[in-house]
């Protein structure tokens, strides 16, 4: 298998090197040949919990983290950038289906139980993006995102999640989002997690 060779490669150079992946399921999921199980989407562990919310979602969403994570960690990746909380919007053309669920309890819900599935099988993670790209309609890939609500209605949503989901091992930012305002905002926002305060 080429990934096995090529974490082989890495590893005969340095071993001591952390080797990860976007990998979360859904249309983000870097490899799905040569023994990958193709993994849905993450929004349908957000339907299955709108239908059947502790047995169901939460055990599935515990094998889901389980199985990428058994999948990834067999062929020697050592950490997924995995889950989403993001909140779905249903505006956002790059989070889309990416997006566990739109309510920040249930996203920390389902991440909770998406983590300790990884955490089963030995994976690393770091959930993404902070403070939260659901809202926001472009593709921060392709264009500059902005975001016109207010700081209090960024922390009281997108925030929540992410800081509700803080036994994710890492949180990763989206990139050059505009948070409407500016730096001085953003500035806020940090200073305000910084201090201790919670959404």
């Given at each position: 298998?080429?990934?096995?060779?090529?974490?082989?490669?890495?590893?005969?150079?340095?071993?001591?090197?952390?080797?990860?992946?976007?990998?979360?399921?859904?249309?983000?999921?870097?490899?799905?040949?040569?023994?990958?199980?193709?993994?849905?989407?993450?929004?349908?562990?957000?339907?299955?919990?709108?239908?059947?919310?502790?047995?169901?979602?939460?055990?599935?969403?515990?094998?889901?983290?389980?199985?990428?994570?058994?999948?990834?960690?067999?062929?020697?990746?050592?950490?997924?950038?995995?889950?989403?909380?993001?909140?779905?919007?249903?505006?956002?053309?790059?989070?889309?289906?990416?997006?566990?669920?739109?309510?920040?309890?249930?996203?920390?819900?389902?991440?909770?139980?998406?983590?300790?599935?990884?955490?089963?099988?030995g994976m690393g993670n770091?959930?993404?993006?902070?403070?939260?790209?659901?809202?926001?309609?472009?593709?921060?890939?392709?264009?500059?995102?902005?975001?016109?609500?207010?700081?209090?209605?960024?922390?009281?949503?997108?925030?929540?999640?992410?800081?509700?989901?803080?036994?994710?091992?890492?949180?990763?930012?989206?990139?050059?989002?505009?948070?409407?305002?500016?730096?001085?905002?953003?500035?806020g926002l940090l200073t305000?997690?910084?201090?201790?305060?919670?959404?």
């Amino acid at each position: 298998m080429q990934l096995v060779a090529l974490t082989d490669a890495i590893r005969a150079v340095r071993d001591d090197i952390l080797i990860a992946v976007d990998h979360e399921g859904g249309r983000v999921q870097r490899f799905r040949t040569d023994g990958f199980t193709v993994l849905s989407a993450p929004a349908k562990l957000g339907a299955l919990w709108n239908k059947d919310v502790l047995l169901a979602a939460t055990k599935v969403a515990t094998a889901f983290g389980y199985l990428l994570a058994s999948e990834l960690g067999a062929c020697g990746v050592d950490m997924s950038f995995t889950p989403v909380l993001d909140l779905n919007y249903g505006q956002s053309q790059v989070i889309g289906d990416r997006a566990l669920h739109s309510d920040p309890r249930v996203v920390t819900m389902l991440a909770k139980s998406l983590n300790h599935g990884l955490a089963l099988a030995g994976m690393g993670n770091c959930g993404k993006h902070f403070p939260g790209h659901g809202f926001a309609s472009v593709d921060s890939h392709v264009a500059l995102p902005t975001d016109d609500r207010s700081l209090d209605e960024i922390l009281d949503n997108d925030v929540r999640a992410v800081r509700l989901a803080r036994h994710v091992a890492d949180i990763r930012d989206s990139g050059a989002c505009d948070l409407h305002a500016s730096g001085r905002q953003a500035r806020g926002l940090l200073t305000h997690l910084a201090a201790g305060h919670s959404a």
